[in-house]
């Protein structure tokens, strides 16, 4: 792919977005003071890794005592980042693993290892409800996943699914910080959810559940989620239930944010002033089905001379079950290829959608990105673009114009990035 002033403008826009949450640089200022005990860092998540290395890099107790902090990270599949005194694992995302159970089992047993004096410094990110997979008594692994994938594939969105899998979890819903009482718990988390609600970034673990049973209940049916039996009799009897907010067990809770979706949007308006353009912003929050929400961005890009559209948030992909196998592609790339097909090449517009994961889907791609010639080229190439929209073939799509955005792993996630540049 040539490198065209447009294209650098928009990945200068998304550098600038994912650096805004970069565990690095936004951790120390949010870390506790240690406590009389020892401290527990747990950590899971796209960016639990380099959390936990921002965590070791500046974490001023026991200076002395190299006993004195110790933990366990679980994090997607090529995220890891060594760390000297807290273990990293790997483990399944977006469907969870056998590593991931392993994990989970581990957290709930250091944590009700730990006592009175001592810290649980809890660390989440987008992806933790996956990687960290504990079923609750009488439901399977392969149950738990058979559910998960389920949702995935049902167009729900993020707080729709988490409400389900906190009430089918022995670590979700509170009960992490359940089982580390009466140790204080402290959560530092990177938000990837729309309204930044610290129950449903990674399903709460360390949070009070305002969800019920029969609230999951009602969603599963609503989405056509087929589930265990075990878990439609235990979700109709309430004897699932997860963790409240008023529960006493986390009286001695704390949850901070330090990092969200509307820093990233910050951010990349500020870059977007720098290269001469005005931002407008629709929001850090959208959601919906992709290619609805790219026809509304042509919309809006077509009456927006010289600027920047920024949004973020996290849109969705259904697939047709009665339809063919799908072909490749993330949520980022089916946005961008609906976006090229209701632009029709208008001229003088751009476009960028990337995960600030640095994953679209379960690709190895971030994103892409689009220009007036996209539709052109692909139709020199023999590609239908339609075809390739109806069969969910973005990335393949994409790959073949040379229009794919490789970052690699970002180990941060702030949810998923989208720039439209349009020229005078």
């Not at 929050?285 to 992709?290: N, S």
């Not at 971030?366 to 929209?389: K, S, Y």
């Not at 970052?407 to 990035?417: A, I, K």
């Given at each position: 792919m ?27 200022p949010?870390?506790?003071?240690p ?15 380099s959390?936990?290395?921002?965590v070791e ?15 366990l990270?679980?994090t997607?599949y090529?995220?890891g980042?060594?760390?000297?005194r ?7 995302h ?5 590593a ?24 989440m ?7 960290l ?11 738990k ?34 089982a ?13 959810v ?6 449903v ?14 609230d ?15 878990a ?24 901070r ?23 407008t912003?629709?929001?850090d ?6 290619r ?7 919309r ?12 973020g ?8 079950a009665a339809?063919?196998?799908?072909g ?66 973005s990335?393949?799509?994409?790959d ?6 490789i ?11 989208r ?6």
């Open positions: 040539t490198i065209q002033p447009e294209t650098d403008i928009l990945r200068r826009l998304f550098d600038a977005a994912v650096r805004a949450a970069d565990p690095a640089t936004v951790m120390a949010h870390l506790p003071d406590p009389l005990g020892r401290t527990l860092v747990l950590a899971a998540g796209k960016a639990a890794a959390m936990a290395h921002a890099q500046h974490w001023q107790g026991h200076q002395n005592d190299q006993s004195g902090l110790s933990g990270a679980v997607r090529g995220h980042i060594d760390c000297a807290i273990e990293v694992i790997e483990a399944g977006p469907l969870p693993d056998a991931g159970h392993a994990a989970a089992k581990r957290f709930l047993e250091e944590a009700t290892s730990l006592t009175r004096d001592d810290l649980l410094l809890c660390l990110s987008g992806g933790a409800s996956a990687l997979v504990e079923p609750v008594d009488d439901l399977s692994l392969d149950e996943r058979a559910v998960n994938c389920a949702l995935l594939h049902s167009g729900a969105p993020i707080d729709e699914m988490n409400s389900v899998r906190k009430h089918l979890s022995a670590i979700k819903g509170g009960r992490l910080a359940a580390a009482h009466p140790a204080r718990v402290v959560t530092l988390a990177i938000s990837d729309r309204g930044d609600d610290p129950a970034i990674g399903s709460g673990p360390t949070v009070g559940d305002p969800t019920s049973c029969a999951a209940l009602a969603i599963a049916t609503a989405r056509g989620i087929s589930l265990p039996a075990a439609t009799t235990a979700l109709s009897s309430g004897a699932w239930e997860s963790i409240k907010p008023d529960d006493p067990v986390l009286a001695g809770s704390e949850f944010i330090i990092a969200r979706p509307a820093d990233a949007q910050a951010a990349a308006a500020d870059a977007a002033r720098n290269a001469g353009f005005v931002p912003l629709l929001g929050d959208l959601e919906g089905e992709a609805d929400v790219a026809a509304d961005h042509a809006v890009a077509r009456i927006a001379p010289r600027s920047i559209i920024l949004s948030g996290e849109t969705t992909v259904t697939l047709d339809a063919a196998a799908p490749r592609g993330g949520r980022n790339s089916e946005y961008l290829l609906a976006l090229a097909i209701a632009l029709d090449g208008a001229p003088g517009i751009h476009a960028l959608a990337c995960d600030t994961d640095g994953i679209d889907g379960t690709e190895d791609a971030a994103g892409a990105v689009i220009g007036p010639d996209t539709l052109t080229r692909a139709a020199a190439l023999g590609m239908d673009a339609e075809a390739m929209l109806c069969g969910h073939d990335y393949t799509f994409f073949r114009l040379g229009d794919l955005i970052t690699r792993p970002t180990r941060t996630n702030v949810n998923d990035f720039a439209i540049l349009v020229r005078d």
